[in-house]
């Protein structure tokens, strides 16, 4: 055995390799970006806005815009139409008692008016039908100073902070960032994630399969996880069982790269290159964490001449890998991102199978959470939880969640549900 980083035999819990991992990890520098891109974005600062908004005070509604005092209750009013303001005119008159413009919304109020009467509380309807919409209109209501007014600075005062720096950019921020005339904001800048599978079985979705060999399936199913969680993944290809295949990999993968990620060739029993050769260009550690699937996990930090990457192995087997980056990838996404660490949502639901923990580990079982008509989730197996077989969690929403000090969770019990697709359309 020619390995030479550190293998810690004890077993370490889910949360102690993720707290280890972690801390090779910085929230990343700030970029500018277009609006529509920085979606899922952390704001790097606080945003001030140099506008009010609205700019004026404007119209609420379609209506006659008027001075409240010449309105009365229980009596209609006739006034002089003065004219009409649309959304984007300036106005050209001022109102004064008895007089009234006729407004549409988002139009800039009159001078002279403090209130506008929507079209139903006058006879603009019976007027228009009549074919005698003139330069009169009746007010059928009282109105008080103010009324179906949007007033100026209402929503953003000029000078005042309207986004706030740390926040997760949402549609809502980016329509309050365009309403501020912004066309690009400050975010810290997503991560670059680089992705090799190893293993002398392996060949590109695409090609054809030549006996003994299988498709490499994790460097997608890891890929489109990096998309899903913000990041940006760079699939650098396959490399085989060969130590100067794998470094020459390994130092193209860096470039560029935030995390450098690999799959395969972590558990005791593979073919020594891997180790040697990730130990050879960094300091790496191999662990065994207490989960099933995916206890062997090796995780380091990869050195060329020029610079430091952190680099995940992830265990080979396909659902194995997904478990593990699902796991460690996200919450290295996230914080290289500036997001809050905030876990997978969890639910509880009721088992329709009972899950078996054979060996102490957290076991993360493929569940299908569904609703009953009673609005009552339950969570259903998806089939067999073997390491290799992808289908039990193509069919799968959740991660149903034995403990380690639990034995068995039985058919009819409470069980916490790892919604790793949190989406109410797929239970
Ligand atoms: P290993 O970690 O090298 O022992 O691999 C464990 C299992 O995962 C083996 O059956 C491999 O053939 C399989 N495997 C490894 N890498 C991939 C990959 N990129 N895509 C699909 N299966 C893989
Ligand atoms: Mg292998």
Redesign the pocket.
């Known amino acids: 055995m020619r390995f030479k980083g550190h293998y810690h035999e004890d077993m370490l819990t889910v949360e102690e390799a993720r707290e280890k991992i972690l801390l090779e990890f910085r929230e990343l520098e700030l970029s500018y970006v277009s609006i529509v891109e920085s979606f899922g974005m952390t704001l790097a600062d606080d945003i001030v806005s140099t506008v009010n908004i609205p700019p004026l005070d404007n119209s609420a509604m379609d209506g006659y815009a008027l001075v409240s005092g010449n309105t009365k209750n229980n009596n209609f009013v006739e006034m002089d139409v003065i004219g009409s303001i649309s959304a984007g005119e300036i106005p050209n008159k001022q109102i004064t008692p008895g007089k009234t413009i006729r407004i549409m919304t988002g139009a800039p109020i009159p001078y002279g008016a403090d209130s506008v009467v929507p079209f139903e509380d006058t006879d603009e309807i019976e007027r228009k039908n009549s074919g005698k919409l003139s330069n009169k209109i009746t007010i059928k209501i009282k109105v008080k100073p103010g009324e179906n007014i949007r007033l100026k600075g209402e929503d953003i005062i000029s000078g005042s902070k309207a986004l706030y720096k740390g926040t997760t950019v949402r549609s809502s921020e980016i329509g309050v960032a365009a309403s501020l005339g912004l066309t690009h904001l400050p975010v810290i800048r997503r991560p670059v994630v680089s992705i090799i ?3 002398n ?2 060949q590109s979705p695409g090609t054809k399969l030549s006996k003994g060999k ?6 997608f199913s890891i890929a489109s996880l990096v998309n899903s969680y913000g990041g940006i993944p760079k699939i650098i290809g ?1 490399a085989g069982d060969n130590i100067n295949e794998l470094e020459k990999v390994l130092y193209s993968a860096m470039e560029d790269a935030d995390l450098v990620v690999t ?5 005791k ?3 020594d290159v ?1 180790k040697d050769v990730l130990a050879n260009i960094g300091k790496m550690s191999l662990w065994s964490v207490k989960m099933r699937p995916a206890k ?1 996990l090796a995780f380091g930090v990869l050195k060329s001449k020029s610079k430091k990457v952190p680099h995940l192995g992830l ?4 659902v ?2 997904m478990v593990a980056f699902i796991q460690f990838g996200r919450p290295v996404i996230q914080k290289m991102m500036g997001k809050e660490l905030f876990p997978i949502p969890r639910i509880n639901a009721i088992l329709d199978d009972t899950i078996t923990n054979f060996d102490g580990r957290r076991v993360y079982s493929r569940v299908k959470v569904y609703k009953t008509q009673k609005g009552i989730y339950r969570a259903k197996s998806t089939g067999s939880q073997s ?2 077989v ?1 289908t039990s969690m193509s069919l799968a929403n959740g991660f149903a969640i034995c403990p380690e000090f639990t034995d068995k969770i039985k058919k009819g019990q409470t069980v916490q549900v790892e919604m790793f697709d949190w989406a109410e359309n797929t239970f």
């Not at 799959?263 to 558990?267: D, F, I, K, P, T």
């Not at 265990?315 to 396909?318: A, Q, S, T």
């Open positions: 599978s190893t293993g079985e392996l299988i498709y490499n399936s994790n460097a396959i799959s395969a060739g972590v558990s029993g593979d073919y891997v062997p265990p080979g087997n396909p194995s890998a390491s290799g992808l």
